[in-house]
């Protein structure tokens, strides 16, 4: 099946469950994901929590997708709209094992560098932020990531703004270049699992 042929729509408050137990499953053996929540009861008790972070945001302001009533979600956080982000270092230190603090921190301090590399290069021109998108693991490979991508990246292309996302599965990087995003490093402190940001530019 192509993209064209799954059924996406903008997820309302009433989807915040059907969001959240996706991108649970389908995060469930992410790597840098699971470098945070190592062991099982870890991620079953943290990561709703720090998807929330930026889902809330994200559902509020209507940029939260859904596919196929539950098989896949993705949230963005469109141009003006934060997260939580004072959340994410308390959930960090909470469920993190302490040795790997240190490496998460530069992590951090990396993400923080590409911020300001974003900022001095694009200025205060408009950016969708991919925050999260994933797929039930029974159903990957036909096709759902795509139409999610689709589907945010069209509301992109009709605002005339850029788009940025962290790939945090190398296997993944290349799916985002054939929608237009290219690297803008690789984000890997010590023995963290390799984060790429990537940007696709403003398309009018």
Not at 87 to 111: H, N, T, W
Not at 120 to 134: E, N, V
Not at 161 to 175: F, G, I
Request: charged residues 20%.
């Amino acid at each position: 099946m192509s993209a064209g042929d799954y059924t996406v729509r903008i997820a309302g408050a009433a989807d915040a469950d059907a969001v959240m137990a996706v991108l649970q499953l389908a995060f469930a053996t992410d790597p840098p994901m699971r470098y945070i929540f190592k062991r099982p009861q870890a991620y079953a008790a943290g990561f709703r929590r720090f998807a929330e972070a930026t889902g809330v945001a994200s559902l509020k302001a209507g940029a939260a997708w859904l596919a196929e009533d539950g098989a896949a979600a993705a949230i963005w956080l469109p141009p003006g709209v934060e997260g939580d982000r004072a959340a994410v270092g308390p959930l960090v230190q909470e469920f993190a094992p302490p040795e790997r603090l240190p490496v998460l921190a530069k992590v951090g301090e990396a993400m923080s560098r590409v911020g300001e590399t974003l900022r001095q290069a694009h200025g205060d021109a408009p950016h969708w932020y991919l925050s999260m998108i994933g797929v039930d693991p029974m159903r990957q490979g036909r096709g759902l990531g795509s139409a999610l991508l689709e589907a945010g990246l069209a509301r992109c292309d009709a605002e005339g703004t850029m788009a940025y996302l962290e790939s945090s599965n190398l296997k993944n990087v290349p799916l985002y270049e054939r929608y237009g995003f290219a690297a803008m490093e690789v984000i890997q402190p010590g023995d963290f699992p390799p984060l790429t940001p990537m940007l696709r530019p403003a398309r009018r």
